[in-house]
C-alpha cells in the first residue's frame, strides 16, 4: 500500500447549524446531500457565472456537519462569510486538520476518509489534525492520476474569474445539477448549456520527449489551440479549443503534441 500523499494547497471548513444544506445549495452548483457519508462535488461560481473555487463537501453524523475542501489559496471561505448574513449556520475553520490522498487504500488512523466521487483512479480522501496520520507519498503520483481521469483541481487548472463549468468536465464529474434549483452563475451557466456556447474542453494530452510544462501555449499550425494546464512528465491537463481537436498540434518549439483523452467530446462513450 502507498503512503497517502499530503495536498497542502487544500484547506478545509466545518458549517454546521440547521440552514447548513440551504445556505450551500443555494451557493453552489451541485445539490449537497443530506445523506450521512455522502460526498458531492461542486463549485462556487461568481454572478457572472465564473469558477471561484472548486469544492468536496462530506456530510458528517456526529458532530452534524458538512465538511468542506477548497482552495487553499481562494477566498472561498471569506465569500461564505460575506454570504451567512443572518443565515443559521456555523463556520469554522479547521486550520489544524490537513487533507491528504491516498491513492489505493484508505489510510486507518485519519479522522475522516471516503471514495473520491469524481474518478475512482483518484483513490481516497483523508481529513484529519495534521499530527493524526503521516503523508509522505509522492505528490506526483497523484497529479499523474488526476491527467489521466481528466480532472481538474485548484487554480493552477481552473483560474478564478475565468474558469467555466462546462468547459472544465464539471457536468461529466456530477460538479453542477441543473435541477435542484437556483445558485449563483446558475443563469449563465445554463446558458452555456442549452445553446452550446462553450468554445473550449478539458483534456489530457502528451509529449512524446516530456517537457510539457504548466502555461505553455498549444499551436494548430499558427493559431492558438490551447494552454498547458497542470503537467506531469510526458502528460497534462490542457484547455483546448475543440475545433481544433483533429489538427496537428505543436508547443512552440514545434514538437509535437497528441490529445490522450477527450472525455467531454459529444457522442464519446466513457
Keep these: 500500500m502507498s503512503n497517502p500523499i499530503l495536498l497542502p494547497d487544500r484547506a478545509l471548513l466545518a458549517i454546521s447549524g440547521e440552514e447548513r444544506f440551504s445556505f450551500l445549495n443555494t451557493l453552489l452548483s451541485a445539490d449537497v446531500s443530506e445523506g450521512v457519508g455522502d460526498v458531492r462535488y461542486a463549485a462556487l461560481l461568481s454572478p457572472q457565472g465564473k469558477l471561484l473555487a472548486d469544492v468536496l463537501c462530506l456530510t458528517e453524523a456526529e458532530p452534524e456537519r458538512i465538511i468542506v475542501e477548497y482552495p487553499a489559496d481562494s477566498d472561498f471561505a471569506k465569500r461564505l462569510r460575506m454570504y451567512k448574513l443572518r443565515a443559521a449556520v456555523t463556520l469554522e475553520a479547521l486550520e489544524d486538520w490537513r487533507v491528504a490522498v491516498a491513492l489505493d487504500a484508505p489510510p486507518k488512523d485519519a479522522a475522516v476518509t471516503f471514495a473520491d466521487p469524481r474518478d475512482p483512479q483518484l483513490g481516497f480522501r483523508a481529513y484529519g489534525p495534521s499530527a493524526s496520520f503521516t503523508a509522505d507519498g509522492n505528490r506526483a503520483l497523484y497529479d499523474a492520476a488526476r491527467i489521466a481521469a481528466v480532472v481538474p483541481e485548484g487554480s493552477t487548472d481552473l483560474e478564478p474569474n475565468k474558469a467555466l463549468l462546462l468547459e472544465n468536465g464539471f457536468e461529466r464529474l456530477s460538479g453542477v445539477d441543473f435541477r435542484k434549483g437556483c445558485f449563483v452563475g446558475q443563469e449563465v451557466t445554463a446558458r452555456m ?78
Excluded: C, W
Excluded at 220 to 235: H, N, P
Excluded at 243 to 270: C, K, R, W, Y
Design 193 to 270: 448549456k442549452y445553446r452550446n456556447l462553450g468554445k473550449k474542453r478539458l483534456m489530457a494530452v502528451s509529449r512524446d520527449d516530456g517537457g510539457l510544462e504548466t502555461g505553455t501555449t498549444i499551436m494548430a499550425g499558427e493559431r492558438t489551440a490551447g494552454t498547458v494546464l497542470s503537467a506531469v512528465g510526458r502528460s497534462a491537463l490542457a484547455l483546448m479549443r475543440h475545433e481544433f481537436s483533429a489538427h496537428t498540434l505543436t508547443l512552440g518549439d514545434s514538437s509535437a503534441v497528441q490529445i490522450m483523452a477527450d472525455p467531454d467530446a459529444p457522442n464519446v462513450v466513457p
